[in-house]
Structure formats: structure tokens, C-alpha cells
């Protein structure tokens, strides 16, 4: 079965960066659409970017120019690195894989980015 684990996060102060990496183990669904949401308390979850298998990323409005998503093919990771951060990107970031048959997704365990002087 797919196993999604994330790593990176913390802490940073405004205008700083992190960068978050998620490793895909376990099935073929590895090389599905891969993306990361986000969930900040008292908001909606929402998509920060998506990246398909051989193609490019796109990005959400609020995070275009600032954020860059890149992906591995033969190792199946996923890196995004955030540069810029605001204290509006405070959230728990999650890692997601597209299912294969559901249209549903396998999610990450999930990992806390808090920006704030």
C-alpha cells in the first residue's frame, strides 16, 4: 500500500523560507498526480500546488512567485520550497497522491509550518 511521509517544517520568521519534501513508497500510484494542501485553524483546507508525473506544476494564486514545487520521477519524492513566507502561510501542510481507481487521495502525515515574528 502507498505509505506518504513528510518531512521539514518549523518554524520561521516573516520573509524567511522552508522547504517541505514528502517521499511516495509502496505502489505504481507513487507516479499519480502529487500535491500539497494546506490548513490553516479556523480556514478551509486548500490546494497550494499540484504536480503531475513528466509535467509541470501550477501553483495557487497566493502562493505564485514565492513558492516552487519540483518533483523527483525515479525516486518519487516531492520538494517545495517556500521562500517569502507570510504569516498567512501558517498552517499544517499535507502531502497528497492521487488513488488510482476513487479519484481520491493518499495523504501525508501532515507537518506544521508556523510563520511568525
Known amino acids: 500500500q502507498v505509505q506518504l511521509v513528510q518531512y521539514g517544517g518549523g518554524s520561521v520568521q516573516p520573509g524567511g523560507s522552508l522547504t517541505l519534501s514528502c517521499a511516495c513508497t509502496?505502489?505504481?500510484?507513487?507516479?499519480?498526480?502529487m500535491e500539497w494542501y494546506r490548513q490553516a485553524p479556523g480556514k478551509q483546507r486548500e490546494l497550494v500546488a499540484s504536480?503531475?508525473?513528466?509535467?509541470?506544476?501550477k501553483y495557487a494564486a497566493f502562493v505564485k512567485g514565492r513558492f516552487t514545487l519540483s518533483r523527483d520521477n525515479i525516486e518519487n519524492t516531492m520538494e517545495l520550497e517556500m521562500n517569502g513566507l507570510e504569516p498567512d502561510d501558517t498552517a499544517v501542510y499535507y502531502c497528497t497522491v492521487r488513488r488510482q481507481r476513487s479519484g481520491g487521495k493518499y495523504w501525508g502525515q501532515g507537518t506544521q509550518v508556523d510563520v511568525s515574528s
Open positions: 504536480i503531475p508525473f513528466l509535467s509541470s506544476a
Open positions: 509502496g505502489s505504481t500510484e507513487c507516479m499519480n498526480l
